[in-house]
C-alpha cells in the first residue's frame, strides 16, 4: 500500500503576465459583445452581407461583408468591420470602424474609452452610429428599399 505523507505540492506561481493577458482577453470579448449585435442586425437587415472574424496585426477583427463577386451588386464590395485594441494596464479598448461601400473606402473612425460603465455606454452609441452610417451608404441609391434599422438599443 502506498501512503502519501505530508500536503500535495501548491500550485506553481502563475508565469509572468498572466494576469495581463488574462485582463486583456476579458476586455476584448467584453468590446466584442457590444458590437456583434449590431453586426448581426446588419446581417438580418442586409441578407447580402455574411459575418466574419479575424485576427490581424495584433487585434481582432470582426464584421461583416459581401463576397467579393456579388453579381446582384454589380461585382463591387462591400464591408463593414471593427478592429478592437486593448490596453489591460490601462482597461482601455480602442476601436477602428472600417467600411467600403460599392468598392469605395469610407473614412475610418477611431474611438478609445476606458471600458467601465460610462465607456460601454459610450462604446455602445459610437458602434450603433458607424453601424447606421454604414446601412444609409450601403441603401443609398438602391432600387429597392431597405429594412429599417433600430436606433434604440435592444430593439429590433
Known sequence: MIQVQGT???RRDEPPGFARLLAAFELQERAQAIVAPLLAELVR???RLRAWKRFSSGAWVVG???EAEDRTLGGRFAR???EIRVDAAQRRVELTSRATVRSRDRATEKLSVVLDADGEVALHQWAERAALQFAADFWTGRKHGARQLSA???VT
Do not use: A, L, Q, Y
Request: proline share 13%; glycine share 14%; no cysteine.
Open 80 to 82: 463593414f468591420d471593427f
Open 8 to 10: 500535495p505540492g501548491t
Open 64 to 66: 461583416v461583408r459581401t
Open 152 to 154: 434604440e438599443h435592444g
Open 45 to 47: 437587415s442586409i441578407p
